[in-house]
């Protein structure tokens, strides 16, 4: 079928489950929201909801009114019933970073087939916003962690540092469980120590103490009589 066939048949906002990569992968259950139109090399596509750029009509699927709202409910529960499972997954092994390739591997393992990195991230980032995981961040997320579980730290100058300005670490470097505040500000020295040389390292780290400070957070005290972090 052609983009002028296509257009004839199906307005915007026809109810399709479209596949952007192969129909391998889990399908969008969308409606179009453009017309359909003919690439340069005369492939046609036609642009959806929730997804940027044009999609091959080979990979569109028209469906009427009631086959979408069943296809959208089937995918709601399939939704919640595989968040689920990643969630036990990894509870079940917290250690290392949980990326979007090793989540995909314990969705296939526990029988989700159709999956891909976009579903994957998309988990593991709803997960997250329902405090189920924290993200382990470097600039960029790389992966997510179970909430509250201890972040390692291997770099022993950043550990000292850490451990000169007041948060509790382990002998292996590992912080243990404390405030939330506290947490923040170990990611956040993390993050930006290793761009910094050492002397600003300090300075920037002596100004993320004094805004702790500003807004009251606790977790930080004073140590013989000089101001928490000093």
Not at 59 to 83: F, G, M, S
Not at 142 to 148: F, I, L, Q, T
Not at 174 to 188: G, N
Request: aromatic share 6%.
């Amino acid at each position: 079928m052609n983009a002028e066939q296509f257009n004839a048949a199906h307005p915007v906002g026809t109810p399709v489950v479209a596949y952007p990569g192969t129909r391998d992968d889990e399908g969008l259950i969308v409606k179009t929201r453009t017309p359909a139109w003919e690439l340069g090399h005369g492939a046609p596509v036609v642009s959806v909801d929730d997804y940027a750029g044009g999609i091959c009509l080979t990979h569109v699927d028209v469906l009427t009114e009631a086959e979408w709202e069943q296809a959208r409910a089937e995918r709601d529960a399939n939704i919640v019933a595989r968040r689920a499972v990643l969630l036990a997954a990894i509870q079940a092994r917290p250690s290392g970073e949980w990326t979007a390739e090793r989540a995909g591997m314990a969705l296939r393992r526990a029988g989700f087939q159709s999956w891909n990195s976009r579903t994957a991230t998309g988990d593991l980032q709803a997960l997250a916003a329902d405090g189920h995981l924290v993200a382990h961040t470097e600039i960029v997320i790389r992966g997510y962690g179970v909430a509250d579980a201890p972040v390692g730290i291997v770099d022993p100058f950043l550990a000292a540092r850490i451990a000169e300005r007041g948060v509790p670490l382990s002998a292996d470097y590992a912080p243990q469980p404390a405030h939330r505040w506290q947490q923040l500000r170990t990611d956040l020295i993390h993050a930006f120590s290793p761009y910094m040389p050492s002397a600003a390292v300090t300075e920037t780290t002596d100004k993320l103490d004094g805004l702790i400070r500003e807004l009251g957070a606790p977790g930080l005290t004073p140590r013989d009589g000089a101001e928490a972090g000093r």
